[in-house]
């Protein structure tokens, strides 16, 4: 691709290459992995620390490295199947010095035999499939945002059913997927044996829709019989345009200064 890189604060310590014009890393990305990790955090101090974890459609690493940073003791397991953003995340992995806890598979997660090539048992899994079905929006003539954007490798439904297969007993599985279907994700989890926990939407802006949604799931049999999930709002901006306080506690939380320079957009849709 004729298409130059940035290089842009991902967390405090670690930085990622992108395509100025391609697919980049956006705020869905930074709340599935600020979600996962408090998750870890808080398993942590329970007793119950995460060693192994799994990344599904890991793109260019964004998600990938924000956890690796805030979670240094785990290992984990990638997969991406689309050439140019898995290139990325070659580089990506390896500028951040975590080529000996990370393994990159290129190859879609879709494919029988998930299992037999990531390994099982993971203590988390986290994954942001593209939002848009075939047929409801143009693909990009770019290829790796045409693949970020709509569902040529399948969508929320597939990545669930992925993950169901890897989780370990008491693990978590996080995704995101688009606000206005969340009874795909509901029945994507049933489908795939897991039950959702959290539901927490991403609002542009107080006053508006949100955008979409990060959900957390459990194995079923993890989950007490009339266990309710939690709903909790994310707001972006407040009703005057501004950052909110909430916004700025995520990027505290991945050790970022309190500015907007380099923040990722809040669109969301193109994903790896």
Request: charged share 25%.
């Amino acid at each position: 691709m004729d298409d130059p890189l940035t290089d842009d604060a991902l967390t405090g310590g670690f930085r990622l290459w992108q395509r100025k014009r391609g697919h980049r890393y956006s705020l869905d990305d930074v709340l599935t992995a600020w979600e996962a990790a408090r998750w870890a955090l808080e398993a942590a101090a329970a007793g119950r620390p995460v060693r192994r974890a799994c990344d599904l459609g890991c793109g260019i690493g964004s998600v990938l490295l924000m956890l690796a940073y805030k979670l240094p003791e785990a290992r984990f397991e990638a997969i991406e199947a689309q050439e140019i953003s898995f290139g990325l995340a070659q580089r990506n992995v390896a500028r951040n010095g975590c080529g000996e806890r990370i393994r990159l598979h290129q190859g879609d997660l879709r494919c029988s035999g998930i299992q037999t090539r990531l390994g099982g048992g993971f203590d988390l899994v986290t994954g942001t499939p593209p939002y848009m079905p075939p047929g409801t929006s143009t693909p990009s003539p770019d290829p790796q945002r045409a693949y970020a954007r709509v569902e040529l490798r399948g969508g929320v439904e597939d990545y669930l059913a992925a993950a169901g297969q890897l989780v370990a007993p008491n693990g978590r599985v996080v995704v995101c997927c688009d606000a206005r279907t969340p009874a795909r994700a509901v029945e994507g989890g049933r489908r795939a044996g897991l039950r959702p926990l959290r539901k927490r939407d991403a609002v542009p802006r107080a006053g508006r829709a949100p955008l979409f949604t990060v959900w957390t799931f459990a194995r079923e049999d993890d989950v007490a019989a009339g266990a309710r999930s939690d709903v909790l709002p994310f707001v972006a901006r407040d009703e005057d345009g501004q950052r909110s306080e909430a916004y700025f506690a995520v990027r505290a939380f991945f050790d970022l200064p309190r500015t907007h320079g380099g923040a990722p957009s809040a669109a969301a849709g193109e994903r790896a």
